[in-house]
């Protein structure tokens, strides 16, 4: 069993330093920019990852959540269906109550492990990448010092930003990026609809 689990973990070693070696060909020559740009680019790509993925369900999480809303909408309905409030909260609690805790944890649970492997899963890998490829030794050889910016002054002495910081950083900053790109967006389509429902109405005007 020693022998096998060595072996298993020699070849789990083997993946993980031909995907580090493949990251390095693919962003190495971004640090030519700087590391800091290296990993704001690194971190654009864990986002989209994270987005693309996450939109991923699997055959069971769909079969458990159209179970999940459909147990739910019966107990919504058991309520609005009593004149009185309370007693319809009772007619709902009679629902097959071990029916429904079951199908709760199992949908929940299998909703939080499919966001763990598919969302935060690239973004824990992306992070341990960054660390270890901007660790300080690396960053000396790159730039000549073991930061990568520096600002500020806490104590008298400036605050040096490592690869770690600068990685959270960029992904607040990536987030928060998409979150107004969304908002704008969200508010120009429906103007746009319009404009064009608004637009074909004058055409068939012109034409009658």
Known sequence: MDAFLDYLWFKILIVVQGIKS??????????????????????????????????????????????????????????????????????????????????????????FMVTL?????????????????????????MIGRMYIYKFGRYHGKPIEAGAIFIFFISYLLVSFGWFVIKQVYSRLRPRKETDSSVGSDSIEREEL
């Open 22 to 111: 493949f990251l390095d060909f693919l962003f190495s020559p971004l640090n030519a920019i700087g590391p800091g740009f290296a990993i704001f680019v690194i971190v654009c790509v864990t986002f989209a990852m994270a987005r693309f993925f996450s939109r991923y369900k699997t055959k069971r999480l769909k079969k458990l959540e159209k179970e999940f809303i459909y147990w739910y909408n019966i107990k919504q309905e058991a309520i609005k269906c009593s004149d009185d409030y309370e007693k319809g909260k009772l007619l709902a609690k009679n629902i097959d109550q071990a029916k429904l805790n079951r199908v709760y944890y199992d949908y929940f649970f299998e909703r």
């Open 117 to 141: 492997l598919t969302k935060y899963l690239p973004i824990f890998s992306m992070l341990a990448y960054v660390n270890e490829a901007y660790k300080p030794d690396n960053l000396v050889k």
